[in-house]
């Protein structure tokens, strides 16, 4: 009896944004596997693969979105599962990860929720992670094993040069979108600016734009960052830019949490135009024509087909998923590191 030696690749979906998963699974031509997921009676998540995985590279597609605890734990039970049932390597593919911002502790007694998460997908069984623009890129050391950190930052910067052209500025809402801010300034050739932000301790999750650096009179202004939640940070920015002379400003993120109020305040802003990825799902309710919706299934689909066919991911970005070396290192002389 002879033993095949072919690799066999399956794919399966979450419950969180099924749609987001087909899409992947029909630009690799392939079909997304059987599985079976429902809540017992107390809500505890069953789970079941209709068909045999031994030996198999499975990747298991599940964006964190509302209800976000439901979500993670769903992922959890199937890569569990895949585990037992003897699947060969577990890739989980989160294009939006889960308590991302919790990544340090600004307060004493706080939690690092974003590193618990990462340990969980590791005592669950998962062998690599594929996720799309973390809050912040360190994240990827919370992990013991191989994550491909993705980005749709190439998608959308097109989208805005074909639309918009080069006349621009490009401007952070905040003092940590400075490097990604950079990035869209360099593949735009266009100005930057910084908006200063402060949080309001007395209100949660909320903040206020107090000052701005640069200069953005008589400009087209793009507020860049990596997702929106209330949009508060986004808003705040752009009356800042229109009281400072700016002609226009649009809003371009990678995931549209869209919490609250925030399609409330996003229709009612300055805002002309705000671009974001289908890494989210965003129900019928929150489609507006002020949003529009890059798909960025190619780029995870041409991702999963280089993981699995054991091939560079950085080829399919050309370097432009890794962070911009800060100056300070450039002065230093490690402008010419390995990322």
């Known amino acids: 009896m002879e033993a095949s030696m072919k690799k066999r690749g399956m794919l399966f979906s979450g419950t969180s944004h099924p749609g987001f998963a087909e899409e992947i699974a029909a630009h690799l031509g392939m079909r997304l596997g059987e599985v079976e997921i429902r809540p017992f009676a107390d809500g505890s998540i069953y789970c079941r693969f209709s068909e045999s995985v ?7 597609i599940q964006t964190h979105c509302h209800p976000i605890n439901d979500m993670i734990m769903e992922q959890l039970v199937m890569i569990d599962a895949l585990k037992r049932a003897s699947a060969k390597r577990i890739n989980a ?88 801010a950079d990035k869209y300034s360099r593949h735009l050739k266009a100005g930057v600016a910084f908006a200063q932000k402060r949080r309001r301790a007395d209100r949660p999750n909320q903040s206020e734009t107090i000052g701005l650096v640069g200069d953005i009179e ?25 009281e400072q002379g700016a002609t226009g400003v649009i809003a371009a993120a ?48 041409s991702t999963i087909k280089a993981v699995f ?6 080829e399919i970005f050309q370097g432009e998923h890794l962070e911009a070396i800060p100056p300070e290192r450039q002065i230093m002389g490690y402008e010419d590191d390995e990322a």
């Open 54 to 60: 031994r030996g198999t590279d499975a990747f298991v």
């Open 93 to 180: 593919v989160v294009p939006s990860f889960g308590y991302a911002r919790q990544d340090r502790k600004a307060l004493a007694r706080e939690p690092i929720t974003a590193r618990l998460v990462a340990d969980l997908f590791q005592v669950a069984g998962a062998d690599r992670v594929l996720t799309v623009d973390l809050h912040s890129g360190q994240i990827q050391g919370f992990f013991d094993i191989p994550v491909d950190h993705l980005t749709a930052f190439p998608r959308l910067a097109d989208y805005i040069h074909e639309k918009y052209g080069e006349d621009l500025v490009v401007v952070a809402p905040d003092a940590g979108g400075a490097r990604l």
């Open 218 to 242: 008589g400009k087209f202004c793009v507020l860049v960052d990596e997702m929106i939640d209330t949009g508060g940070s986004l808003i705040g920015a752009a009356n800042l830019l229109l």
């Open 254 to 301: 990678t995931h549209p949490i869209f919490s609250g109020k925030a399609i409330e305040n996003l229709q009612n802003s300055p805002l002309a135009e705000v671009i974001v990825t289908n890494t989210l799902p965003i129900p019928p309710e929150k489609q507006i024509d002020k949003i529009t919706v890059l798909s960025i299934a190619p780029i995870v689909a």
């Open 309 to 314: 066919e054991d091939e560079s991911v950085s």
